[in-house]
């Protein structure tokens, strides 16, 4: 049991991390004909993924921990809102039916210096 949990568990857990950079932070499209923008495009992919890594620290001991990228961006980066910003400070409204609106509170003050 120990081997498995291990060696084979983690396998699944880091090509599961590969399919996210893949699917999710578009590492796989390298359509282009020349190398610099194909280049350009792994790049960012890779520093999307090291942003989301980081954020999934986090996200310890929240619902969140174990999502996905895709399912990240989906459910706390694709979020509609009314952002005002005055020379003091930046406020950003989120409708009441947002169903993670405490969860994401919660991240951004955990995020930002105190």
């Not at 194909?38 to 989301?52: D, K, P, V």
Request: one cysteine or more.
């Amino acid at each position: 049991f120990k081997l498995y949990y291990e060696q084979y568990c983690a396998r699944g857990d880091m090509e599961n991390r590969i399919k996210d950079q893949q699917l999710s932070l578009f590492a796989d499209r390298t359509s282009s004909t020349h190398w610099w923008t194909n280049q350009w495009r792994l790049i960012l992919s890779g520093f999307a993924y090291t942003l989301f890594e980081r954020l999934r620290s986090h996200l310890r001991k929240t619902p969140f921990e174990r999502m996905s990228a895709s399912t990240l961006r989906l459910k706390l980066i694709k979020v509609g809102a009314v952002i005002i910003r005055n020379t003091r400070r930046v406020r950003v409204l989120m409708s009441d039916s947002y169903p993670y609106k405490d969860e994401l509170t919660d991240l951004v003050r955990r995020l930002v210096p105190g």
